[in-house]
């Protein structure tokens, strides 16, 4: 199912905090957390792959479509799309209450594991949703976890890249809004270049002042 129309507008929209947030089916949402005192959330394969088989059966019951997902050491980043009725909170709510608990077993320990609730912003501009897939799959080579998107194991780049068969992905949306792969491969390589425009450098200023 597609998503509600984008606005094209110069405006990237107000932040809203999560308990304002309004859930709408067809609404784009950039979903993400990290850890408490930027701790570890994911410890070793085992934790990353807990995650994703969590991710793969929620998103499937709630029709919630995942476009975009990154998970890192000590945060992640999803974008969603809520295809049904069922609120997208209901997405990391639902994976992460489990996954706590399950992680605080395997590696006997006890206590929070997040900084915080999660985020989770709407996405609203057509510009900014483009620039937030990049973003996402870029994620491990800002960090500094690896050189290349596609050496990391715990995004769906390999999938939009065509490089691994997942299903944490949609296909329907990569074929609308980035039909030619090869340029969407080149933008991403193109985050650290000097091709940004003015538009997707105050992109990156708005990302950055939630993740400080």
């Not at 206590?111 to 994620?139: M, Q, W």
Request: net charge positive.
């Amino acid at each position: 199912q597609r998503g509600k129309p984008l606005t094209t507008t110069n405006q990237i929209g107000p932040f809203m905090a999560r308990r304002d947030t309004q859930f709408i089916q067809g609404a784009y949402y950039h979903i993400y957390n990290r850890g408490a005192n930027r701790t570890s959330i994911f410890l070793d394969e085992a934790d990353f792959l807990d995650t994703l088989k969590r991710m793969k059966e929620y998103a499937a019951r709630f029709s919630i479509a995942i476009i975009a997902y990154c998970l890192m050491p000590n945060h992640y980043h999803w974008l969603v799309r809520q295809d049904g009725l069922t609120e997208a909170r209901l997405l990391p709510q639902r994976v992460f209450n489990g996954y706590v608990k399950a992680f605080n077993r395997r590696h006997q320990r006890t206590g929070t594991l997040f900084e915080s609730e999660f985020k989770a912003n709407p996405v609203e501009e057509d510009g900014y949703l483009r620039h937030l897939c990049r973003y996402i799959h870029i994620n491990p080579v800002k960090d500094g976890f690896t050189t290349a998107p596609e050496l990391w194991p715990y995004s769906n780049y390999l999938e939009w890249i065509k490089a691994r068969n997942g299903t944490l992905v949609d296909r329907q949306f990569i074929d609308e809004f980035f039909p030619d792969m090869y340029k969407y491969q080149q933008y991403v390589q193109d985050y650290f270049g000097q091709r940004k425009s003015a538009k997707e450098k105050e992109f990156d200023l708005y990302i950055a002042q939630f993740e400080k």
